[in-house]
């Protein structure tokens, strides 16, 4: 069987960016702990704002999304790339990135059932 830690986590986190679009607003903005609480609550992974470091930084430097700085203790905006890239090959952008990205530490994602 196939462990899609990753994939869970970055479609919860484009979820949140188109979201967020669909409302209104241009792109996300938030703080990693923040996307980390939210996606710790749709994906039911233990996800930590290190997590979304991680994700984030690894997102930007696939050419997936684009981050803008809010700067130190302030939120960042987070966009994707689809608009820019066209959608066909946004997606594709998306599964060749999952093909090879493994999140560091990604054991830490799982959550810890006290009463197994």
Same mark, same amino acid.
Do not use: C
């Given at each position: 069987? @196939?462990?899609?830690?990753? $994939? ?8 949140? =960016?188109?979201? /967020?679009?669909?409302?209104?607003? #241009? ?7 923040? =996307? ?5 609550? /749709?994906? !039911?992974?233990? *996800?930590?704002? /290190? ?6 930084? $690894?997102? @930007?430097?696939?050419? =997936?999304?684009? *981050? !803008?700085? !809010? ?5 960042? +905006? ?7 890239? !066209? ?6 952008? *998306? ?6 990205? #493994?999140?560091?530490? /990604?054991? +830490?994602? #799982? ?6």
């Amino acid at each position: 069987m @196939r462990d899609d830690l990753e $994939a869970l986590l970055l479609h919860a986190f484009i979820d949140l =960016i188109q979201e /967020r679009k669909a409302a209104g607003r #241009r792109e996300l903005v938030a703080t990693h702990e923040t =996307i980390a609480n939210w996606l710790a609550d /749709r994906t !039911g992974l233990a *996800v930590t704002p /290190r997590h979304v470091q991680y994700l984030t930084l $690894a997102l @930007r430097d696939g050419q =997936i999304i684009d *981050v !803008g700085g !809010g700067g130190i203790g302030r939120p960042n +905006s987070y966009d994707t790339r689809e608009a820019a890239m !066209g959608t066909e090959a946004f997606w594709d952008q *998306v599964d060749a990135f999952l093909m090879v990205w #493994r999140m560091p530490n /990604r054991e +830490s994602l #799982r959550r810890v059932d006290p009463g197994a």
